[in-house]
């Protein structure tokens, strides 16, 4: 008898299980055309997709919508286009037009020596026809020397995302904002990629805990970071998403010919977004596969309580549902509702004009006095806003300093952020003239005629608001002929605005690198400009009475005037150095190519960290090439490493730029280029300091105009500095 009983449980459980597997087979068959094969392994295919193997009718006439399915594993795999291009495809939702495939990462290692190539492995993707989602993927890049690229196959773009760290105590688990990983969207348009992974230093200050640079592109919510991965990254390949389309035509196009338009009936068409060619969906109200006649089907709302929002009885028809009102009620009109959900309550006729007009002067009195208090209570708010920003920024700090008797202190303006706005034309991008790091500079006109450059920061750190405020008032009493002059600010918005004098003549970085330009830079030129700025990092150092460090020195951030006078410019990075220090533990900050590497391993700021930076601007001055550069070789990528790499082959003149070559004043050039040298130096503290750099460029520049008109000696009238207090 027991056994009689566990037989019929089983037989019910089969017939159980039979049913459910006869539901999902006959589930997915409902997506595919009738006798098509309809799944391969785990994946349903749905039409207009179909399998190389099946009958031409199963899939459109396109290699993208053919799919090969590898029988000879188990279970199946299914790949896009042909096995070879190991693309492996792992869900096809029609109602979403997408894609979701397996590709690998790529990846660049390397070891003691070096670049390790056979550890290395390199990634791309060409596609047919379908673009990679803009909307569904990242690209991202992990390591803590790594700059990788998102390079489009056909050229019309590339773009990328550096991740740099010194010490694995820096990076911290789930975080991807550029601190040993970082991430970027994707541009639309796409039809394949190639990624390009590139290091600065080989990985030789990280490699004990990161000898690869690793880079992919991803579906949004695939990858997590760990800081397990520098070491190892926990897998080869990734999930990403492709858009998918029919044709090449849009809509209205499509439509004109009957026989080859394949949105069917309870459909509607849309334009592919990403690509080209249109997309079917079914109506609301229908699901279904919208490319099978008669595939987009009713939903049943009344089927299911989630979907219908009626009370009573429910009513199913054709796309919606209806529910019948109860008594003393009438449909207003619109499907769907019930018992008060659709229905509303029959008036009484002869008082419904008295009604109506009661509520709507009700109604406007009310809107009239909402409106009136809303406008009283935005402008109140925006004050009480200015303030708490005027606080929290440090303004009433700022506020005091003012109050002392330093006339060059007083000179400094605090700007409404009213005056700010009409000068810029409420920041228009037209009056945008530079991005940086730090901040975006406009160019505005204020009232009196003084045309201004006006740098809107980025979001100051709460915790360094005294410092903030010191340094804005000692650069308020530089007044050196050679610094861009500070003329006030702004501390009523949520970031503060910085007003400076407006410089017309371009960067430094422009006049040498713009072929135009680079060849009106005569060698006394270019020798006077590298005295003034050396000048400047001297007297910051050295001749204020709390030294700065300006942490970006670049010829991006030398202005030149009309007169080719140099102007040292973004102090946004700068730091204060107590008397008390000579060096300060910093997160590391600058510009690739400048940074000095002593700096980058250890995170100790020193001012010879500005003399590394100095350096290499100079050498720029010499050779005409820039900083950093992934368009040059390996070996040249570097210009500090390919400089000292060059004296010590005794290679000087063939890097130096032709126009300084034909001057003929090679004497001086090995002047320049042995204390260039020596300002690159890897070691800190055997670097000269910038006193000693400016001393030794202005002797120079004096044996060039031998008749005494050096414009690096700057009248005493001209330069206010802050003595220092014994």
Known sequence: MVIHKLLLKVVVLGALLGSYHNHITEAAASMTKPGC???????????????????????INHPSFIIDCDNSTDPPIPYMHKRSSEIEIFDIPVENHEMQVQFSSGRECYNSSGHNGTSSKYSGLSLLDFPVSNTKNKFIAIGCDTSASFLDLDGKFSFG????????????????????CCETSIPRGSFGYRISIRSFYNHRYVLDFNPCSYAFVTKDGFYNFSVGDLNQLQFNQSTLVLDWAIGNQTCEDAKQDSTSYMCTNNTICTNAENGSGYKCNCKKGYRGNPYLVNGCQDIDECADPKLNQCVGKCHNIKGNYTCPCPKGYHDDGKKGGGDGQGCIANPNSSHLMEILVGVAGAII???????????????MKLIRLKEQYFKQIG??????????????TKAMKIFSAEELEKATNNYNESRIVGRGGYGIVYKGSLPNGVVVAIKKSKLVDRNQIEQFINEVIVLSQINHRNVVRFLGCCLETEV????YEFINNGTLFDHIHNPNKSSKLSWE???????????????????????????????????????YIAKVSDFGASRLVPLDQTQLFTMVQGTWGYLDPE????????????????????????????????DRSEEERSLAMYFLSSLENDKLFQIVEDVIVDEGINEQVREVTNLAKGCLTIKGDERPTMKEVAIELEGLGAMTNPTGDCRTNVN????VHLSRED
């Open 37 to 59: 094969r309809s799944a391969c392994g785990a994946l349903s295919i749905p039409y207009p997709f179909g399998m190389r193997d099946s009958s031409s009718d199963c899939h």
């Open 161 to 180: 995302c550096m991740s740099l760290c010194s010490n694995i105590s820096d990076v911290s688990n789930g975080s991807c904002a550029g601190i040993g």
């Open 365 to 379: 009195t009310l809107l009239f006095n909402i409106g009136f208090l809303y406008l009283g209570h935005k402008k």
């Open 395 to 408: 303004g009433l700090l700022l506020q005091q300093q003012l109050g002392g008797s330093d006339r060059t």
């Open 496 to 499: 503060p605005l910085l007003v």
């Open 525 to 563: 030129t270019r020798l006077r400009i590298a005295s003034e700025t050396a000048g400047v990092l001297s007297y910051l150092h050295s001749a204020a009475s709390i030294p700065i460090i300006h942490r970006d020195v670049k010829s991006a951030n030398i202005l030149l005037d009309a007169n």
């Open 599 to 630: 700096y980058l391993h250890t995170s100790q700021l020193t001012e010879k960290s500005d003399v590394y930076s100095f350096g290499v601007m100079l050498v720029e001055l010499l050779t005409g090439k820039k900083a950093l550069s992934f």
């Open 716 to 719: 005493q009238e001209e330069l």
